[in-house]
């Protein structure tokens, strides 16, 4: 299966990547995903999570084609 | 509702001028009250001077995020219209940064759903600030204060 | 601070353009936030069609409670600067009737203090108005309703 | 002693006139005044009134010169 990993502003710099592809069976939550993308990096305690660009906790399930973005508290306004 | 993510320097009244004059036939005679605020580059942030506020987004969640927000405030009050526009890219001192607008019978409404649409943008649309200071350093800004004025608003939609 | 009542029709946007236009030396990059408020006359009120308004006021009196508002919420608020228009004489629909605009460094102060300064304009400044409906009728208009979101607010400065 | 006394908006077409000079020696307080110039009409229970353009109670006291003013509640905005 194949998830589409995103890592944006101060999040994308810490991680050294902006984007990401994953094939592997083995991604059952966003937790997963993380450490596969990020090579088991600790995860930032206020990290924010989205699913399809929908915000989610990071136990959360994702499947095949799913879209899943790390970034830090939004700052916008 | 309007809901639009501007690459280019954009100026408030003009705007706004402009859109009102467009949906005049609609719109002219219809609301009594009109709330707007603007978020404004300034010069200096946390005491240092800075020169260029580079605004980052995650494109799609964003259009997405600011339309679920008016769509709140649109059924949770008595509103006629709604315009939400914000700056991706540089941005300087003295920019325009957002822009929020609501058009409404009364003014309880249109200030409430106003001051809403602001802090749910800055607490769930995704935005980010980097700033360049006037030495040369660039930072990220870490996070938002929220507003305590705002918090009888919010919590209900999350 | 700029309080002003206007005899004629005025252009809420550009009126705004141009006063922050002639204020760029002193307030450019100084502000983070405005809010705007801008009360417009609706064509119906109360289930009637209203073609004119003629809006009386107490001149002297209006002049320094405006003044009176203004000062108690820049004392009450961190505010840069802070504008009431308010137009007498014949109104019609579609016409802008109230400005208030407060430029501030955080949006909380913008924002309540916008508020506070319409909700003791509604209460205190001795402006009355006279509907005339399309049918040819003329009715005072008896009183102007509270906001129950501003009630925080007031009640300190009375 | 002299007190000048305006009328506003609904209060002025009631009363049937804008303006008056008072000139009478035993004009204490503003419910005086108002009968004075009123021929001692009920006074309306929500009128304002201001004597020299601050609100004041009813009951409040008038001297030679000032300014008083009767009308309905504000409605700008």
Known sequence: ????IKFFASLRETVGQAENSLNSSSIMTVDDAWREATN???????????????YVERGARVKDGDEVAFFPPVTGG | MHIEILTDVFQPWQWLEQ???ARRDVMAGQFGATSVFIGTMR????????????????????????QKIAEEAEERWDI???????????????????????WSAHRADAFDASRYLMEEL???APFWKKESLLEGDERWVEKNTPDPGAER???TNK
Chains 1, 4 share one sequence.
């Open chain 1, 1 to 4: 299966m194949t998830i589409a």
């Open chain 1, 40 to 54: 088991s990096m600790d995860m930032p305690a206020n990290m924010l999570i989205a699913v399809n660009m929908e």
């Open chain 2, 19 to 21: 859109y009102e004059s």
């Open chain 2, 43 to 66: 010069d200096f942030n946390e005491g240092d001077d800075v020169s260029v506020m580079h605004l980052e987004h995650y494109p799609g969640m964003t259009e997405k995020y600011l």
């Open chain 2, 80 to 102: 006629q219209d709604s315009v939400i526009l914000h700056r991706v890219g540089d941005v300087r001192p003295a920019d325009a940064i957002v822009l929020v607008a609501v």
């Open chain 2, 122 to 124: 800055k607490s769930r």
């Open chain 2, 153 to 155: 608003l919010i919590g």
